[in-house]
């Protein structure tokens, strides 16, 4: 199974409670593998597998929670 490395800069992720919230919002979408929050740079990693997830599912689930994602980026594994 591939994996992909996803990051999303979330601007109002800006306290503990905040990035708990986004962890567990994308800990609950099937093929997510790893996620990784800082909360001094805005940024949330996510390590997913394509064939179960997608990024769009994941943005989906972040604004759910109610926090606004600003931009995404997919570098490479």
């Known amino acids: 199974m591939s994996k992909r490395e996803l990051r999303l800069t979330v ?14 919002a994308i800990g609950n979408v099937g093929g ?3 996620i990784n929050t800082d909360i001094v740079t ?3 990693r996510v390590v997913y597998v394509p064939e179960e ?7 989906q ?3 759910g929670a109610g926090y606004q994602v600003a931009s995404v980026q997919e570098p490479t594994l």
């Open 11 to 24: 601007p109002g992720m800006t306290s503990d409670h905040c990035a708990g919230v986004i962890s567990s």
């Open 42 to 44: 805005s940024q949330v």
């Open 32 to 34: 997510v593998q790893d």
């Open 61 to 63: 689930v972040v604004e």
């Open 53 to 59: 997830t997608d990024v769009q599912r994941i943005r």
